[in-house]
């Protein structure tokens, strides 16, 4: 544990035994409080990125805590409607998880259900599409993977430099930017995934385990289609996780898009949405 972890977990505890958590409880009991997920651990994501992915049996802790707490869980849209009525129930709490990794269906989906928790689940719909894992975060995985201390590049031509010094913090993030760049304005999806497989080969990581262990992929639309029976809801999140503010015809297109993809799987409009990263401007509301 860090020391800005221990300080963290410190603070809370102190708070906990002054009976603030209770103070809180009861100052935030007539408003809805979301929870935000996104992608859950198979392997070491949590380690990669802890702020996107969350292990499995800590997942597990917090819907434990929500039931013993006993905290009302709501769908999404029902929530919505109760608050601006008046009627919600205190403390009331949504379950929301952003994007649609795969390991939404296959780790958190039945934990959800065994607690009789219902959830929404806002898609970015490109990548459910193509069925591959997510080029800017596969190959921010394979950099941050690697045990190498070298990389060379020299023989690809989407990649200027001869050598990188991967010691070289600043060097590497130059690096991953310029591979990423790269591929999102010059390759297909295709030839996105070879890149990654040409990086992954020159930094002695299997591609093959990692693209088929699907931690860093999105679920199919067959497979969203399944998380009905968990009790969870699709609804919209942009079709590329880009949602630009200077370019309505782009931000709208974004959003047709996502709706072409999502609609068909429960057959009727999504009226929800989630801006990608959390990024919205007041001009965005017309969308």
Not at 111 to 137: D, H, I, N, R
Not at 147 to 152: F, G, I, R, V, Y
Not at 153 to 176: E, G, M, Y
Request: proline share 6%; net charge positive; hydrophobic share 40%.
């Amino acid at each position: 544990m860090s020391i800005k972890q221990r300080i963290k977990l410190g603070v809370y505890t102190a708070a906990k035994l002054t009976g603030m958590f209770k103070l809180s409880r009861f100052l935030m009991r007539r408003r809805l409080m979301i929870l935000c997920y996104h992608g859950f651990q198979y392997s070491d994501e949590a380690n990669f990125r802890p702020i996107m992915f969350m292990d499995k049996q800590r997942f597990a802790q917090r819907l434990d805590l929500i039931s013993r707490g006993k905290y009302p869980v709501l769908p999404l849209s029902e929530g919505v409607l109760r608050l601006k009525k008046g009627t919600l129930p205190a403390n009331t709490v949504v379950i929301t998880i952003d994007d649609g990794f795969y390991s939404t269906l296959d780790l958190a989906a039945p934990l959800l259900q065994e607690y009789g928790f219902p959830a929404t689940l806002y898609v970015t719909s490109y990548y459910a599409t193509k069925g591959t894992p997510v080029f800017p975060l596969l190959i921010q995985y394979l950099f941050w993977k690697t045990e190498c201390t070298n990389l060379d590049l020299s023989d690809h031509p989407w990649f200027p430099a001869k050598t990188v010094d991967l010691c070289n913090h600043h060097a590497t993030r130059q690096a991953i930017q310029q591979i990423m760049d790269y591929g999102m304005a010059h390759c297909d999806e295709p030839g996105r995934q070879k890149i990654c497989a040409e990086v992954a080969a020159t930094l002695n990581l299997d591609f093959e385990t990692i693209k088929t262990g699907r931690g860093l992929s999105l679920l199919t639309p067959g497979e969203l289609d399944q998380l009905e029976a968990f009790g969870i809801d699709l609804q919209l999140h942009t079709h590329r996780h880009s949602f630009p503010a200077n370019d309505p015809e782009q931000a709208h297109r974004e959003i047709q898009d996502n709706r072409n993809v999502l609609e068909k799987i429960p057959g009727h409009r999504l009226e929800h949405f989630c801006y990608p990263s959390g990024i919205w401007t007041p001009g965005l509301f017309r969308y």
